[in-house]
């Protein structure tokens, strides 16, 4: 079993506003994963999915993005790729590193990392497993900023076509494979 409580102890202060918002929207993540998992009849292992939401977003705290209490000195888009390697470097499951390395938007191939010019080391950060794509599909209901309420679906649809068709079209693929 992963200790992904421990892990966030490390990085996140006791107390803090960023380690609630982190708190929070993973756990919200979490708990519609494992919905998602049980309805579906998934079989993937609870725990796995659990520890899988709940470091996720472990690399936003090296992160610019004041709106969310992050003050590190990194891009926010680069928090997947981050949180990756803190969690590789700290001995933790290759799955979960990969959950973070693939879960940003829908998945980013190889094209729209130099398409769209995003700072973030060439590769393929585009979910294969079904573990990382039923975590990438929860992420996108869940902000860490605003009302950090659910999203409706047209919502998440929205956003996702902000970022091309090919990005809705993705999203779309992860809707027909979990949504309801």
């Given at each position: 079993m992963v200790d992904y409580n421990s892990f966030i102890d490390k990085y996140y202060e006791s107390g803090s506003r960023l380690r609630e918002i982190l708190i929070l929207h993973s756990r919200q993540v979490a708990d519609m994963a494992l919905a998602i998992n049980a309805d579906r009849g998934l079989g993937l292992?609870?725990?796995q999915v659990e520890a899988a939401a709940m470091l996720h977003d472990v690399g936003i705290c090296r992160c610019d993005a004041p709106g969310i209490e992050c003050h590190g000195s990194e891009p926010y888009i680069m928090h997947g790729v981050i949180g990756a390697r803190m969690l590789r470097q700290n001995g933790m499951p290759e799955w979960a590193a990969r959950v973070a390395e693939r879960h940003t938007g829908a998945g980013l191939s190889p094209q729209d990392i130099a398409e769209q010019r995003l700072p973030l080391p060439p590769g393929d950060y585009m979910p294969r497993t079904q573990l990382e794509r039923l975590i990438c599909y929860a992420d996108k209901f869940y902000?860490?900023?605003?009302?950090?309420?659910?999203k409706p679906l047209e919502a998440v649809r929205r956003s996702m076509l902000k970022h091309g068709p090919e990005?809705?079209?993705?999203f779309d693929a992860l809707h027909n494979e979990f949504g309801a």
């Open positions: 292992d609870p725990a902000s860490k900023s605003g009302s950090m309420e659910r990005t809705l079209s993705r």
